[in-house]
Structures are given as C-alpha cells and as structure tokens.
Nanobody, 125 residues
Framework: VQLQASGGGLVQPGGSLRVSCAAP????????VGWFRRDIKKERQFVAA????????QYAEAVKGRFTISRDNANNMAYLQMSGLEPEDTAVYYC???????????????????WGQGTQVTVSS
C-alpha cells in the first residue's frame, strides 16, 4: 500500500489546516488509518486514528477537541482536520495504514505496516 500525504503548510496560531492521505488503487475499507507526527525533537507521537469503516475514532489528549479524523472509502482518502493550531503542533505529519486491527483503532505505531512520506505543518506567526 502506497500512501501519499499532502496539505501541509504554514499557518498562524489559532488557524486551521486539513491534511490528506491518499491510497491510490487500494480498497481503503480494509485498513485502519492513523496519523502520527514527528516534531523538531524527532519524537514520534500518535495523533489520531480511525477504524477501517470509520465507526471508531481515537485521539491523543493533546489534540482532542481540536483535530478531527475522517475518511472517504469510496475515494480511498483519509483526512485530518486541524483547528485551533498551536506552535506545539508544528511537526511532520505522517499517515499510516494497517489491516491488522479488525475494525478497531490503535495508537501503537508498530502496528501500522504502511506509511506515507509525511507533510510539514508549521504553526507560527
């Protein structure tokens, strides 16, 4: 599975941004999707996850209430809508997929077998 993340950019504190993850040519309903980020300290953090059919979602405490994960299986896409962005959200954002979750979500990165190339999100005034 090849994943393509896009939509990153520079945004002011308090602003919004949506990053996208495409899985061209793949039946996305077989895969759970997660978003992770790696900040300047090079630490990888879980951000959000959505189950294969979109019924379940999971968020890191740091983004709960500000970020929303969603998916469009008909078009093999997943999204992370980010609002109320803070400088601490600055990172490279990666989407990842796995077919090992049986319709559940999980924040554990090693469970995800397929990763996109990442998209930079910078929150700064």
């Amino acid at each position: 599975v090849q994943l393509q993340a896009s939509g990153g950019g520079l945004v002011q504190p308090g602003g919004s941004l949506r990053v996208s993850c495409a899985a061209p040519g793949r039946t996305s309903s077989d895969y759970g999707v997660g978003w992770f980020r790696r900040d300047i300290k090079k630490e990888r953090q879980f951000v959000a996850a959505i189950s294969s059919h979109g019924h379940n979602t999971q968020y890191a405490e740091a983004v709960k209430g500000r970020f929303t994960i969603s998916r469009d299986n008909a078009n093999n896409m997943a999204y992370l809508q980010m609002s109320g962005l803070e400088p601490e959200d600055t990172a490279v954002y990666y989407c990842a997929a796995t077919n090992r979750l049986n319709g559940l979500t999980n924040a554990h990165a090693p469970l995800y077998d397929y990763w996109g190339q990442g998209t930079q999100v910078t929150v700064s005034s």
